[in-house]
């Protein structure tokens, strides 16, 4: 249920507090492949949107952590 509110949120404004909310929850399902692809969606559009440094350094710092751990790396 709290991956339908997250992908109902990215379809009202997408922005890359949502999806890293769905990368986690996508992480926390067993799907981390699936979260890290939500993960550098969220970096993507948090760059393009111009995000604070407050946002975008937390969530390449997971999504480095992540790769690291081989949890869905390419």
């Given at each position: 249920q709290a991956l339908g509110w997250a992908d109902r949120s990215i379809a009202i404004q997408e922005n890359p507090v949502n999806l890293g909310v769905k990368a986690r929850l996508l992480r926390a399902?067993?799907?981390?492949?699936?979260?890290v692809q939500a993960l550098e969606r969220a970096l993507k559009v948090g760059r393009?949107?111009?995000?604070?440094?407050?946002?975008?350094?937390?969530?390449?710092?997971?999504?480095?952590?992540?790769?690291?751990?081989?949890?869905?790396?390419?």
């Open positions: 399902l067993g799907r981390p492949a699936e979260a393009a949107q111009k995000a604070s440094a407050a946002i975008l350094g937390p969530l390449a710092q997971t999504l480095d952590a992540w790769r690291r751990e081989g949890t869905g790396g390419r």
